[in-house]
C-alpha cells in the first residue's frame, strides 16, 4: 500500500459523507437531518462525520461550502453578455436542483446568525466589481447599482426553481427550453 493510500481513503470518506449530506440536508434541511441516515448512505459511521466536521452543523456548513464553489466553479459571471450567465445559471440549479433547496434552508435556519460563507461573499465581491466596471464601461445600464442588478439577475436565474408547486399548476407546464428562453430573455429586458 503506498503511503498515499490513507490519504486517499480519507478524503474518499470525507467525499462520501459530502454527498451523502447534500441529499439529507436537501432533503430535510438542518434540523431534521439525522447524522445516522447521513452515515450510513456514505458507508461510513457518525464517528467519522464529528471527526471530519466536527458536528452536524459543521457538515452542513461544508456541504453549503462545497456546493457553492462548484456553483461558482461551474458558472462564471460574464458581465458582458448577463442574459446568458443567467441561462447558465439556470441551467445549472436544472442539473443540480439540491442548490435551491439548501440555498432555502440556509436562508430558513440561519438566517440572522451572523455567520457568513467566505465563499459567497468573495464570489459576490467579485460579481459586483465586474458589473460595476461593465457599467463604468457603458456595457450596462447605471439604473440600478452593481449590487442591485446582480441580484436581479440572480433572482431571475432561480425563478422557475424557486415557485411553489401551486404556481406552476396555474401557469401551466412549461419546456425546459421555454423556462430557459423566459430567464435569458427576461434578464435582457432588465438590460434594456
Known amino acids: 500500500m503506498s503511503k498515499d493510500a490513507p490519504a486517499r481513503d480519507a478524503e474518499a470518506t470525507r467525499r462520501r459523507l459530502l454527498d451523502a449530506a447534500t441529499g439529507e440536508f436537501a ?19 457518525k464517528a467519522q462525520i464529528y471527526h471530519y466536521f466536527g458536528s ?22 460574464d458581465p458582458a453578455d448577463l442574459p446568458e450567465y443567467a441561462g447558465r445559471l439556470h441551467d445549472s440549479y436544472v442539473e443540480r436542483p ?10 430558513l435556519e440561519r438566517a440572522g446568525s451572523g455567520a457568513v460563507v467566505p465563499i459567497v461573499v468573495e464570489s459576490t465581491r467579485a460579481k459586483v466589481r465586474a458589473v460595476a466596471e461593465a457599467q ?16 436581479l439577475v440572480l ?5 422557475w426553481s424557486g415557485n411553489v408547486p401551486e ?4 401557469a401551466g407546464p412549461a419546456s425546459a427550453a421555454r423556462r430557459r428562453q423566459v430567464v435569458v430573455e427576461s434578464v435582457a429586458a432588465l438590460l434594456s
Open 167 to 170: 404556481y406552476d399548476e396555474v
Open 98 to 107: 439540491w442548490v435551491q433547496r439548501l440555498a432555502t434552508w440556509y436562508r
Open 56 to 77: 452536524k452543523d459543521g457538515l452542513f456548513d461544508a456541504v453549503f461550502d462545497d456546493m457553492c464553489r462548484q456553483t461558482v466553479d461551474a458558472v462564471p459571471i
Open 136 to 151: 463604468e464601461q457603458g456595457l450596462l445600464p447605471t439604473r440600478f447599482s452593481a449590487a442591485e442588478l446582480l441580484g
Open 27 to 45: 432533503a430535510y434541511g438542518i434540523a431534521g437531518a439525522r447524522v445516522d441516515r447521513i452515515a450510513a448512505e456514505a458507508r461510513s459511521n
Open 155 to 159: 433572482h431571475l436565474s432561480g425563478f
